[in-house]
Nanobody, 124 residues
Framework: QVTLVESGGGLVQAGGSLRLSCAASGRTISNYAMGWFRQAPGKEREFVAAIRSSGDRTSYADSVNGRFTISRDNAKNTVYLQMNSLKLEDTAVYYC?????????????????WGQGTQVTVSS
């Protein structure tokens, strides 16, 4: 069993930056692919970014590509999402997820473990 806890969310002005963290416990995530997803009010949860276990390959949604960076520190059992140039439309609850398979990284239904989420609010 893997427990994921997100942190780092908050209120930020448009154009600003935040770094989200996802700390895992219960099991090492060094063999897990990790993903970030988000859900805005009234919308379905959507893919944001993912990273393979070794960190050698990443994937991003078109809407965040070039602004967000996913990374991981397997020694700390933690995954990060650096978010720059934030826009109003980035406002959402951000969720961290893990799975032990390295395909379909963009598909949320393939992930086995989820955190509780952290709120990110971007203001004008």
């Amino acid at each position: 069993q893997v427990t994921l806890v997100e942190s780092g969310g908050g209120l930020v002005q448009a154009g600003g930056s935040l770094r989200l963290s996802c700390a895992a416990s219960g099991r090492t995530i060094s063999n897990y692919a990790m993903g970030w997803f988000r859900q805005a009010p009234g919308k379905e949860r959507e893919f944001v970014a993912a990273i393979r276990s070794s960190g050698d390959r990443t994937s991003y949604a078109d809407s965040v590509n070039g602004r967000f960076t996913i990374s991981r520190d397997n020694a700390k059992n933690t995954v990060y999402l650096q978010m720059n140039s934030l826009k109003l439309e980035d406002t959402a609850v951000y969720y961290c997820a893990a799975k032990d398979r390295h395909y379909n990284l963009r598909v949320l239904t393939t992930y086995d473990y989820w955190g509780q989420g952290t709120q990110v609010t971007v203001s004008s």
